[in-house]
């Protein structure tokens, strides 16, 4: 299954990637966050969907920051969109916010708790958006057939799975590069989620913590495994983050960590 979201193609021959902040902390950060990313891109020339959330709904601290809410949300997405001229994604967490955000972002996505519901899926293919389905931490590779079967009984022709992390433990989790050969196998594309597989879940007590600086080290990793897509967490100053800043990567490291993966693609396409 192969397919575009504007100019990007999911599932062809060459790599994309899923970039942003894990929030929409201001509309003054998206957009300068957006440029940013957008800029590094062009000149790698490396094709790009941007990223953020306008509701981080399951926070570990229920007075922790969630964000600025789904009108307001989809509003600076679409306007970033239309004028970078660069396709968005945002996550959707209800039917009706299903059906809202369809209406001004190119990309949904699933969030990983949110995987198996039914009500959720459907509601998503009815958009007619193409849908970012991020695997439980809880299930195996080959418990995705289920979820793939499901947005083919409701009608959607265009989903990717993501790969985020298996939970191992308390706090912790692990990632088993073979899970997306197999998840390949299904025959949709995959994306390697690089930042919230470094994710220590509620780590810190009163909130997540997470290990930004082996984010690069996996995504490589799952370049050369084969993976379609990359997605990564960026922000101009993670340590202070309004959420998941453990993870989320240094935006001065973008160029670096993008270069890097695009030499182990290379190097992977000689092979195979």
Same mark, same amino acid.
């Given at each position: 299954?192969?397919?575009?979201?504007?100019n990007v193609e999911i599932g062809g021959k060459k790599p994309f990637y899923i970039l942003g902040p894990?929030?929409?902390?201001?509309?003054?950060?998206?957009?300068?966050?957006?440029?940013?990313?957008?800029?590094?891109?062009?000149?790698?020339?490396?094709?790009?969907?941007?990223?953020?959330?306008?509701?981080?709904?399951?926070?570990?601290?229920?007075?922790?920051?969630?964000?600025?809410?789904?009108?307001?949300?989809?509003?600076?997405?679409?306007?970033?969109?239309?004028?970078?001229?660069?396709?968005?994604?945002?996550?959707?967490?209800?039917?009706?916010?299903?059906?809202?955000?369809?209406?001004?972002?190119?990309?949904?996505?699933?969030? @990983? =708790?949110? !995987?198996?519901?039914?009500? #959720?899926? +459907?509601?998503?293919?009815?958009? $007619?958006?193409?849908?970012?389905?991020?695997?439980?931490?809880?299930?195996?590779?080959?418990?995705?057939?289920?979820?793939?079967?499901?947005?083919? @009984? =409701?009608? !959607?022709?265009?989903?990717? #799975?993501? +790969?985020?992390?298996?939970?191992? $433990?308390?706090?912790?989790?692990?990632?088993?590069?073979?899970?997306?050969?197999?998840?390949?196998?299904?025959?949709?594309?995959?994306?390697?989620? @690089?930042?919230?597989?470094?994710?220590?879940?509620?780590?810190?007590?009163?909130?997540?913590? $997470?290990?930004?600086?082996?984010?690069?080290?996996?995504?490589?990793?799952?370049?050369?495994?084969?993976?379609?897509?990359?997605?990564?967490e960026v922000h101009k100053d993670p340590d202070h983050a309004m959420s998941d800043g453990p993870n989320?990567?240094?935006?001065?490291d973008l160029e670096k960590v993008l270069t890097n993966l695009q030499r182990v693609r290379a190097a992977?396409?000689?092979?195979?």
């Amino acid at each position: 299954m192969s397919f575009t979201i504007q100019n990007v193609e999911i599932g062809g021959k060459k790599p994309f990637y899923i970039l942003g902040p894990c929030s929409l902390e201001s509309e003054e950060f998206a957009w300068e966050m957006a440029r940013s990313i957008k800029d590094i891109c062009t000149r790698l020339q490396v094709p790009f969907i941007f990223k953020a959330s306008y509701d981080k709904a399951n926070r570990t601290n229920v007075k922790s920051f969630r964000g600025p809410g789904i009108r307001e949300g989809c509003r600076i997405l679409a306007e970033i969109g239309e004028e970078l001229k660069i396709p968005v994604v945002t996550d959707v967490h209800t039917e009706d916010q299903a059906e809202y955000a369809g209406r001004y972002v190119d990309l949904l996505q699933v969030p @990983a =708790f949110l !995987c198996r519901q039914s009500d #959720l899926l +459907e509601a998503c293919a009815k958009t $007619g958006r193409p849908v970012n389905i991020k695997k439980g931490q809880f299930l195996a590779p080959w418990d995705c057939m289920n979820i793939c079967e499901k947005m083919e @009984a =409701f009608g !959607c022709e265009h989903f990717m #799975l993501c +790969e985020r992390g298996t939970s191992f $433990g308390y706090n912790n989790l692990v990632v088993d590069m073979r899970g997306m050969y197999w998840m390949k196998k299904f025959g949709c594309p995959v994306v390697f989620d @690089a930042t919230h597989s470094v994710q220590r879940p509620g780590g810190l007590g009163g909130a997540t913590g $997470g290990d930004r600086e082996l984010a690069p080290v996996l995504a490589n990793a799952a370049m050369a495994v084969g993976v379609d897509g990359v997605f990564m967490e960026v922000h101009k100053d993670p340590d202070h983050a309004m959420s998941d800043g453990p993870n989320q990567i240094y935006l001065r490291d973008l160029e670096k960590v993008l270069t890097n993966l695009q030499r182990v693609r290379a190097a992977f396409d000689e092979l195979v």
